[in-house]
């Protein structure tokens, strides 16, 4: 998928001069859903390493991503939601 500035996109990648691989994230990965148990198992475990750290007192880890691929969390308005809503079911 090549970028396209003019569609609308949700506001968390941030700028495109800034932010390219969070775009490349957002329009090719975030809300897409997911099939594949290695995959999953993979983001529980990310997970789960995620919140050990945080016991262990870092402060930012990242994002949870326990509801990866499970959620179309994508705003309304953005490009992707629609797509997204219709392969979920």
């Known amino acids: 998928m090549l970028y396209d500035p003019d569609l609308p996109r949700c506001e968390w990648p941030g700028k495109p001069e800034t932010s390219t691989l ?3 994230r957002q329009d090719t990965e975030r809300g897409v859903p997911l099939h594949d148990d290695r995959k999953h198992f993979e983001l529980l ?7 050990a750290l945080r016991a262990q ?3 930012f880890t990242g994002s949870t991503i326990c ?5 179309n969390d ?4 953005c490009f992707r939601h629609a797509p997204l ?3 979920a079911a």
């Open 22 to 24: 969070m775009i490349t």
């Open 45 to 51: 475990v990310l997970d789960a390493m995620n919140k």
């Open 57 to 59: 007192g870092f402060r």
């Open 67 to 71: 509801y990866a691929g499970l959620v």
């Open 74 to 77: 994508h705003v309304t308005d």
């Open 85 to 87: 809503r219709t392969t």
